[in-house]
């Protein structure tokens, strides 16, 4: 799997820097709060649980999976939704949180699916955000990195399902998926 990467941009200590800086500012803004976080499967599994850990607050946890990319590297321009969280949301704090921000689709049909519930709020926190890849409009509250336009794979983020479970975030050989 290692041999696959290019080269790895954000290291394990990275990230959990990273963790600990969003989760502070988590922290210092929801205090006296209690927000429903809301993850964003599937890529989101390790920087969910870690952010978390990483925010002093009582809060509720949820889950939605929605997907677009059905493991390729291009977004294929319809998410669909895969499973609906179990919360009521209406009037509640919510927070969303993503592994990257890449063309804007996940995050914008997210908006638009989840405030028609009528959230009291409604922010965002993405661990990557990569501007260059943006085709529809979308933004973050809250981001780790902001990354370049390449295709990233590892800590959550897969290729054909596949590279999710390495460490760190790098950047995929570009020889893996040509031809493909
Ligand atoms: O800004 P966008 O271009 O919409 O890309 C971002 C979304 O793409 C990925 O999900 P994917 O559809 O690959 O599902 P997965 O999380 O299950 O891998 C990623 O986890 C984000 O949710
Ligand atoms: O760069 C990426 N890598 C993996 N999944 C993604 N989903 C959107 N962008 C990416
Ligand atoms: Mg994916």
């Known amino acids: 799997m290692n041999n696959d990467i290019e080269r790895v941009l954000y290291s394990q200590d990275d990230i ?29 599994i390790f920087f969910m649980t870690d952010l978390l850990r990483e925010m002093d607050l009582m809060a509720d946890l949820d889950f939605i999976d929605v997907s677009s990319y059905h493991g390729g590297t291009a977004s294929t321009g319809e998410v669909t939704l895969e499973q ?52 529809v409009e979308a933004r973050a509250d809250y981001v780790g990195f902001n990354v370049p336009n390449e ?11 596949f590279y999710r479970n390495l460490p760190y975030v790098g950047i995929l050989k570009p020889e893996v998926y040509a031809n493909k």
């Open 84 to 135: 609906d969280i179990s919360t009521d949301i209406k009037d509640r704090d919510v927070i969303i949180v993503e592994d990257i921000l890449d063309s804007g689709r996940t995050l914008a049909y997210l908006k638009d699916f989840l405030e028609a519930r009528q959230p009291r709020s409604f922010k965002v926190c993405t661990l990557l955000d990569k501007p260059e890849g943006r085709v």
């Open 16 to 44: 959990k820097a990273a963790c600990q800086r969003l989760g502070a500012q988590l922290t210092e803004d929801y205090a006296g709060k209690r927000p429903l976080v809301i993850g964003v499967l599937k890529g989101v």
């Open 151 to 161: 295709f990233l794979v590892g800590y959550g983020l897969d290729y054909q399902e």
